[in-house]
């Protein structure tokens, strides 16, 4: 009911959004050291 | 009976050595519910709801409490059957095994104390506040803000002892406004009739439902209990009763004061205040100091800011340690020993927040993203039934995860 504000749906996303970004950060940088690792080994 | 382990394979825990003591018997974890949940929200809401449905305000809080039960039970369920398991992203992963699902709600929960640290930080820059200096709410709360993040980064540490004084004050302050409902009552100086009174021109049904979605914020706080599972004696038991008890204390109390706001004071001025039960105070028949029951209040919302910082600043330090976020939000302060870049973190994000809105906006954020996670929990109960444990548990009515669902959706 009131939910259904958008400004309350556009704090929420935004906040959520955030938090979807440092995962992707977090998930490409583990990719990159991931795979530079057995590189360096070599 | 349960033993503390889980003997299936839906749970990493039973692998781990016995850690933490079960030290929290019945009547202190119904402590630790009623502690969690009664606070800062019923002070700063009350004339928000209000203005949502009129003078029944009371029916919004016995809605809102009646909706609390359906998930408070799915938790009841999810933390007996998994004593060990700690937090809501757990069940999440023990359901889903998608780690993007366990990220995405342990995110939203420390999203949801963001807006809440905002809302309260707005709060105190309000009205209660002005009983002693005048400055701009925003600025106020801006400044509280601060403070609170030098206190996080400075190192708390909350021990029960501290949580039941904390607890003891906020509520003498709201036994404060039911003595004046009675005092209302007896003496005919207030008026009953206006606690049935709902606002014109808008269908009831929807009013109360509004009303209902801005007083779950004052409720929620009974989904931080699952944290202590660990130390609870005989969970399977207890933890039940102590939830559900607690949240029907917690419901009873906020009923009473409810229902003395709107006896005491004019709908329309508990509506425009940001100190709602201040007005109380000052209408009411009881020759209560505006400036003490002021500082009580003050004192309520800044301990929940407090705690609602230090919640999303250790869960941000949880994820980066589990790896599921930048390491750099695990970095521990060497001299303090806390995670400072986390605490930075939370305070820049509460203080952004804090100028995007007002309490009723930010306090309905809050709520909204504490409904994902419920929904998220409601669905685990279904998807977990496969999961059979050997030790008994509590189990919820079957309904009663379907209803949290339909109700966190229709909300």
């Given at each position: 009911m009131t939910q259904q504000e958008g400004a309350t749906f556009l704090r929420a996303g935004a906040l959520l959004l955030v938090g979807l970004v440092l995962w992707g950060v977090n998930y490409l940088v583990k990719r990159i050291l991931d795979k530079r690792a057995p590189e360096a080994q070599r | 009976m349960d033993d503390g382990r889980d003997r299936n394979n839906g749970s990493q825990a039973s692998e781990q050595p016995e850690r933490l003591r079960r030290g929290i018997g019945q009547w202190l974890l119904i402590f630790f519910v009623v502690g969690d949940i009664v606070g800062a929200g019923i002070y700063a809401l009350v004339g928000q709801v209000g203005a949502q449905v009129?003078?029944?305000?009371w029916v919004a809080f016995l809605l809102a409490l009646i909706l609390a039960v359906f998930t408070a039970c799915s938790y009841a369920e999810l933390v007996t059957k998994y004593p060990r398991a700690g937090g809501t992203a757990t069940y999440a992963h023990n359901a889903f095994k998608v780690p993007f699902v366990s990220f995405m709600v342990a995110f939203a929960v420390a999203a949801s104390s963001l807006f809440s640290a905002a809302a309260l930080s707005r709060a105190f820059g309000g009205d209660y506040l002005k009983q002693f200096i005048d400055v701009p709410t925003v600025l106020a709360a801006l400044l509280l803000i601060f403070v609170v993040g030098l206190i996080n980064f400075w190192g708390i540490s909350e021990s029960v002892r501290i949580n039941v004084v904390f607890t003891i004050i906020e509520v003498i302050g709201l036994l404060l406004i039911v003595l004046i409902g009675i005092v209302a009552l007896s003496t005919g100086s207030?008026?009953?009739?206006?606690?049935?009174e709902f606002n014109e021109g808008s269908s009831v049904v929807v009013a109360i439902l509004a009303g209902a979605a801005l007083s779950f914020y004052a409720l929620?706080?009974?989904?931080?209990s699952v944290n202590v599972a660990e130390e609870t004696q005989n969970p399977s038991r207890i933890y039940p009763r102590a939830l559900l008890g607690g949240l029907l204390i917690a419901g009873v109390i906020y009923l009473l004061v409810t229902f003395t706001a709107s006896m005491v004071v004019d709908t329309q001025q508990l509506a425009s205040s940001t100190g709602p039960l201040l007005e109380v105070v000052r209408e009411g028949p009881v020759p209560i100091p505006t400036q003490l029951f002021s500082l009580i209040a003050l004192f309520a919302v800044t301990n929940g800011a407090l705690i609602n910082t230090i919640m999303a600043s250790r869960v941000f330090y949880g994820m980066a340690d589990q790896g599921v976020m930048p390491s750099i939000f695990a970095r521990v302060h060497?001299?303090?020993?806390?995670p400072w870049v986390s605490i930075v973190f939370t305070i820049l994000v509460v203080m952004i927040l804090i100028a995007t809105g007002d309490i009723g906006a930010l306090a309905r954020a809050t709520v909204l993203l504490l409904l994902f996670v419920f929904i998220v929990v409601n669905v685990s109960v279904f998807v977990l039934r496969r999961d059979r444990v050997e030790h008994q548990h509590f189990r919820t009515p079957s309904v009663f995860p379907i209803l949290g669902i339909l109700v966190s959706l229709g909300l």
């Open positions: - | 009129g003078g029944a305000i207030g008026e009953p009739s206006r606690a049935f929620i706080g009974f989904e931080d060497r001299g303090r020993r806390t």
